[in-house]
């Protein structure tokens, strides 16, 4: 995939969403970053996305040159969405982030595409429930965070095919249609087809939308 359709890509979705190339240099942040961050996209391609993020959980900073991100992406290995806080031009804001591996040549390394969701107000309620119980209960800290993220998506409940995950996996790798209907042997209308009723089933309005849907649901 070319860096122009990875640019096309992130602006399909309403999500900030923005990409970063192997060295953690952002190449693309989509008009959704623009108004999140209120940082331009002529500002924020080409800084080091870790100076612009500047994020940390709930252990302190996580964004860094070496971060685990970067290590995961460089080697390939596919990336579990996660919470954190993220620096903007008015404030923190706790978010959950999902990562997408896009292939850029058989040789390189890939572009790594970072789709947002503020999650400000339930984590910030997640933070206050979570202390409240520790320092009022006897359950441990452990048992707490066990409690919480017990909860589960109600994506987890949708039913989807066996090509319709096999779909779903080659989109989470950047595929194109073209490309997806090249490795399964079908047409690009039964491709679009299947897209298609990822969309409905997960409730989303574009690829990468579903796509994040399904990563938070532990579909994939």
């Known amino acids: 995939m070319h860096l122009e ?10 999500d900030p ?3 970063i190339d192997v060295s953690g240099l952002i190449v693309a942040w989509n008009q959704a970053a623009e108004i999140f961050f209120g940082i331009a996209a002529s500002e924020a391609i080409g800084q080091p996305c870790w100076e ?6 709930e252990s302190g900073p996580i964004c860094s040159a070496d971060c685990v991100i970067r290590r995961e ?14 620096n903007t031009r008015a404030r923190k804001i706790w978010c959950n982030i999902s990562v997408l591996l896009v292939k850029a040549g058989n040789s390189r390394p890939p572009y790594s595409i970072h789709i947002i969701h503020s999650v400000d107000f339930p984590k910030r309620l997640e933070l206050l ?12 800290g452990e048992q707490v965070r066990a409690l919480i993220h017990s909860r589960r998506a109600a994506a987890r409940h949708v039913e989807l095919t066996p090509r319709e995950r096999e779909v779903l996996c ?20 039964t491709v679009n087809n299947h897209v ?9 309005h574009t690829r990468l939308e579903a796509i994040r849907r399904a990563e ?4 994939i």
């Not at 990875?6 to 309403?14: G, Y």
């Not at 612009?52 to 959980?57: A, F």
């Not at 950047?174 to 209308?189: D, W």
């Not at 298609?196 to 989303?204: M, N, S, V």
């Open 196 to 204: 298609q009723h990822l969309l409905q089933k997960l409730d989303a």
């Open 170 to 189: 080659w989109l989470a790798r950047g595929a194109s249609t073209a490309s997806i209907a090249q490795e399964l042997h079908i047409s690009r209308t």
């Open 129 to 140: 429930v979570r202390d409240f119980l520790i320092s009022q209960t006897d359950l441990s």
């Open 52 to 57: 612009l993020v500047g994020g940390t959980d």
């Open 216 to 219: 938070r649901a532990g579909l």
């Open 5 to 14: 359709e990875i640019r096309e890509l992130i602006e399909s979705t309403a």
């Open 73 to 86: 992406v460089h080697n390939k290995r596919p990336v579990a969405n996660s919470d954190i806080q993220v």
């Open 17 to 19: 969403a923005f990409a």
